[in-house]
């Protein structure tokens, strides 16, 4: 029962993004979780189809990473990156620039969340530019409907409209151009690319799991060599085998300058997030003697670089992203087949394990954002958590789900759908593929 339904003000905790109607309420209180599925306090286990917020890549509960965490936490407690190094944090850093790519990274700067990371960045390159003699460049670029965080710089930096204007967020030296569209850049740089000092992009856009194309990454790394910007890959979600490789931007025909790693970098175990800078950005830094002025309490301790390092050997050990490859071809035969043949669904947008599917309704229009969280209910009663996304549903498997997993998710998300049809669109009734199709759509027959 929630506080609204008990005629009673919500407990202690204030949850993030709940609304206060169903703040209280045991059903989505969590208790435990291992492997892909979460308990939860009315003793519902669900199996888990977002990886927790996009992060626990390898499942819940590695008995390696909490181990490697519990020994740090033993030995060293609290040390800290604020005017000290620490033996854990260089460990970390090396090994961050290894799986980066030691030929084009060189240093690796530690911060608590994605967010927080993206304000490090817009701090980063218009430092680095006044190192060059270039104050003027103060411009930060970003893409519309992207997502870099809640802090107030990276609110502002973040191109979904999430009220903005409402908190007071200062976007003054912000701008936003389209996804995906090579002329919106390139008129903002014939008009102000001397005063740009970075153009962040995710290579997925979140929200709606939109990859950049390949013409607009040659646009972007065009640009930059016209320009003078640094290009910045938020790989907050895309990091760490989301999509295939273990950066997104390991595919791009040139590296980004700035790379921002978070929610897969742990496991999902530690409040962590890294910026990894090229050797061109972390050079001018050192043969300048200039200090960046940023620093936060708990970036780079002891435990959360145990487990980042934990995470890195864990991936490599269980070959997980050959593990996310074979499944994100599985997630390639369903989803095609469920926009061939469902009536209900438009298509689906991502690429590896990052994944949405957009919903319509019977006439044909895009599943209005007002009626999703009423289908993500329905695929929860059917016993998986999704999250919404663009006028649909997102699908964030961890990379090492099996198929009989993958199989059981699809099922639930057919079975939460066909209800939710039931009851948005009253007499409607269509031929549509039910969870006794699921292994067809998968291409493994019955």
């Known amino acids: ?155 502002g930096l973040t191109g979904e409209p999430l009220g903005q204007q409402l908190y007071g967020v200062d976007q003054r030296l912000v701008r936003h151009v389209g996804v995906n569209d090579p002329a919106d850049i390139s008129t903002l740089m014939e008009r102000q690319g001397d005063r740009v000092a970075a153009v962040v992009v995710e290579p997925v856009i979140g929200s709606g799991a939109v990859p950049l194309t390949a013409e607009y990454i040659d646009t972007l790394l065009r640009l930059r060599e016209q320009y003078g910007f640094l290009l910045v890959a938020d790989e907050v979600a895309t990091g760490f085998g989301r999509t295939g490789p273990f950066f997104a931007s390991q595919e791009w025909p040139a590296h980004p300058d700035l790379l921002v790693a978070s929610k897969g970098l742990t496991n999902g175990t530690a409040a962590a997030a890294a910026v990894v800078a090229s050797h061109r950005v972390a050079d001018t830094f050192t043969q300048t003697g200039a200090v960046l002025m940023h620093g936060e309490t708990q970036a780079g301790t002891p435990a959360t670089c145990a487990a980042i390092v934990a995470t890195i050997a864990e991936m490599q050990r269980l070959d997980a992203l050959a593990l996310g490859r074979r499944l994100s071809a599985l997630l390639d035969t369903a989803l095609a087949r469920l926009a061939q043949d469902h009536p209900l669904v438009s298509g689906s947008t991502g690429a590896g394990c990052f994944r949405s599917l957009r919903i319509r309704t019977p006439e044909g229009t895009p599943l209005p954002q007002s009626e999703v969280s009423a289908l993500v209910s329905r695929i929860r009663a059917a016993g998986a958590i999704v999250h919404p996304g663009v006028n649909g549903i997102q699908l964030i498997p961890a990379l090492t789900y099996s198929p009989a997993e993958l199989t059981e998710l699809l099922d639930c998300v057919l079975t939460g759908l066909a209800a939710f049809a039931e009851t948005a669109y009253p007499g409607w009734a269509a031929e549509a593929p039910r969870s006794s199709t699921v292994p067809q759509l998968l291409g493994t027959g019955s």
């Open 1 to 155: 029962m929630n506080a609204h339904d008990a005629g009673r003000r919500p407990g202690p905790l204030w949850p993030s993004l709940l609304p206060p109607e169903s703040q209280g309420d045991d059903s989505l209180c969590a208790v435990s979780a291992h492997g892909v599925r979460v308990r939860f306090a009315d003793g519902r286990e669900l199996l888990c189809g977002s990886s927790g917020l996009w992060n626990t890549n390898l499942g819940y509960g590695n008995p390696a990473i909490a181990a490697a965490t519990a020994e740090a936490l033993l030995a060293a407690s609290y040390l800290g990156v604020f005017r000290y190094e620490n033996r854990y944090a260089r460990l970390a850093a090396a090994e961050l620039v290894r799986v980066c790519g030691a030929d084009h990274y060189a240093r690796v700067l530690f911060s608590t969340s994605g967010g927080a990371a993206n304000d490090l960045v817009m701090k980063l390159a218009r430092h680095y530019h006044a190192l060059r003699g270039e104050p003027r460049r103060n411009l930060v670029v970003g893409l519309r409907d992207s997502y870099h965080g809640l802090t107030y710089g990276s609110f």
